[in-house]
């Protein structure tokens, strides 16, 4: 089954997806241990929906995105990043007088395997995101808007940009993607729980996790990643993605179809960022019109691939990397490239 048929025959000009967030810059140490005692940082752009647009962009769609950045370096570094992967920044605003937000990563320490971050970003430029920074006509002109749970977190004048946002994807029927993402360093459970709420009664496309579907749906959800999904639908979204983590994977549902698609093993050396990249590949599935199985596979490739390696985005595959490795799953990864 084909999972998306509803587009409408786009023009040239149309942009497939614009994201809305807060880059960050990410300070991820080359080795694992309490940040006291971790000497080295590599520097990457990071930011859940900045990973997920750069994710999109490479596997071939027309991207755009719409954040505020400060006129310092490392908002420089964000925006040659992003614009170097293909991504239309003429959504971004630099406002005088404030950076960018700054994250730091302690990998492996004191849960192996676990990845913790300490945020700097408290007074970041991105904190001053309002309704007047959107650009309406970029939002009318997609196929699909995607935000996440952070920004709301941010600011007041966040929150009310974000719903405004979606006020004009579903006035202009363009399709909303909403990742729960919820942050427990932003906000607490009892301030996000109304506005989670809101924006995922409101979107088409829901990616949520066990986590993030208790705090949705007020108790926990069911184990059984299959019913979960029947009870999440019933808040309204008709395509869900269901991240169940490095060991049971993903289960998705789409217009009353179901499927699962099981986790890669593969070495595990920074889990953050792993969620955007399922949401980058499932989006990517789901504009091509793959099935709802294709999309979730591609969604585990992204992820896993992601995880392999220090920083969000790097790892992420272009097509031709994207169908080496489906290929080479099928093959229980037996493969030789000479
Ligand atoms: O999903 C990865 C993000 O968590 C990371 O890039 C930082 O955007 C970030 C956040 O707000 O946690």
Sequence with gaps: MIIQQEFSLT???MIDVTAIGESLVQFNPTE????RHVHLFEKHAAG???????????????????????RDELSKFILTTLRGEGVDVSGIRQMEGKNCGIFIVQRGYPIHDRSDVIYYRSDSAARYLSPQDLDANMIKDSRILHISGITPAL???CREMSLEALRIASGAKVKISFDTNYRKKLWSVEAARPT????????????TDPDDAKILMGR???????????ELEKLGPSTIVYKLGASRGLAGLSNGEKA???????????????????VAGFLAGYLAGDSLQRSLDVASC??????MRRGDFENLPDRSDLEKWLDARERGFDVDFR
């Design 11 to 13: 023009s040239e000009d």
């Design 302 to 307: 992204c992820s896993a691939l992601t995880v």
């Design 196 to 207: 989670l709420i809101d924006m995922a009664r409101q979107s088409d496309i829901l990616l």
């Design 48 to 70: 859940s929906e900045s990973n997920v647009i750069i994710g999109i962009s490479r596997l071939g769609f027309k991207t755009a995105y719409i954040t505020k950045l400060g």
């Design 32 to 35: 694992e241990g309490p940040l």
């Design 155 to 157: 600011s007041d004048s």
């Design 260 to 278: 699962t698609s099981l986790p890669a093993k593969v070495p595990l050396v920074d889990s953050i960022g792993a969620g955007d990249a399922v």
């Design 220 to 230: 926990k959800v069911d184990d059984d990643p299959i019913k979960a999904l029947d």
